[in-house]
């Protein structure tokens, strides 16, 4: 039943996303993939309870996912499968300390006091300063039948790859082959597009792929007033936003290619009644130089 519910553009454009490609030893993420098989690693932020990330995992490939919301991943793990209880490698560095009942705890720069409270040992600081991050915590969950695992982390995504942030929280540079955003980059605060897109930048790895998709409209009744003239979420994202955001001549930027727009009010008059003129979905591919 699961192809049913995989989100629509994922699914028209899983090919261009995830290519074929040749097998790579992906260990880091808590797996190595199977004799001659390829699999790449894969990035879902705020992933919220997508089905998604079950899909891709049925797949055989290695999928991390981000949420800022417990009861989310408990809804996927209810409904997908169980939790693993224990995490003894992360990110190929040993882990002896754990908290109950299977949470790992990763200590960000602040948030000791959190992570002290539930079981866990902060292990050093970040010097200066710290950012207002907040604790991450990781957990494997199996998607059954298959027993695939997925990796979750509940907490912000721009802590994953803070400068600031503890080494041992964040993940490394180029760990993803490929990256689908539904729905987390028209979510976040338009103050922070660009730490999002520079959190991109250094996790997907050269050559490695992200199907982002966006959302243009005008102001609408029932969201929050933007700084940038939108309101959301979702905000309005346009084009020309993106491009600024992602595009670069250096290497560490992506190329940037329309593949899809929609207008979507036939298909959702609700956002004719909540005061939009137009509201269309954006589908785009950027490909890491």
Partial sequence: HIGAAVHPRLAEFETLLLPPRNPVDDSEMGSKPAGGSSRARVLIPLAGKAHDVAYLARKGHTVTAVEG???????????????????????????????????????SAKGEAEDQAAGGEAKGEAEGEAPEIRSLRARWVRVMPENARTLWYEGDFLALRH???????????????????????????PKDREKYAMALKRLVAPGGRVLLVA?????????????????????DLTE????????????????????????????????????CSYFNEATYLLTRK
């Avoid at 490394?172 to 955003?181: E, I, K, R, S, T």
């Avoid at 290619?257 to 009644?273: C, G, H, I, S, Y």
């Fill in 163 to 189: 400068p600031a942030t503890p080494p041992w929280t964040t993940l490394p540079d180029g760990c993803f082959d490929a990256v689908f955003d539904r729905g987390g980059l028209v979510a976040v605060d």
């Fill in 215 to 235: 959302t243009e409209h005008d102001p609408f009744f029932g969201g929050a007033f933007g700084p940038f003239g939108g309101l959301g979420p979702p905000f």
């Fill in 69 to 107: 919301v417990e009861a989310a991943i408990r809804l996927f793990e209810a409904e997908y499968g169980g939790t693993f209880l224990q995490l003894r490698r992360f990110w190929g560095r040993a882990v002896d300390w754990w908290a109950p009942p299977h949470h790992l705890i990763i200590p």
């Fill in 240 to 275: 020309q936003q993106i491009r600024a955001l992602f595009e670069e001549p250096s290497e560490g930027g992506f190329e940037v290619a329309v593949l899809k727009r929609e207008d979507r009010m036939p298909l959702e008059p609700n956002w004719t009644k909540r005061g």
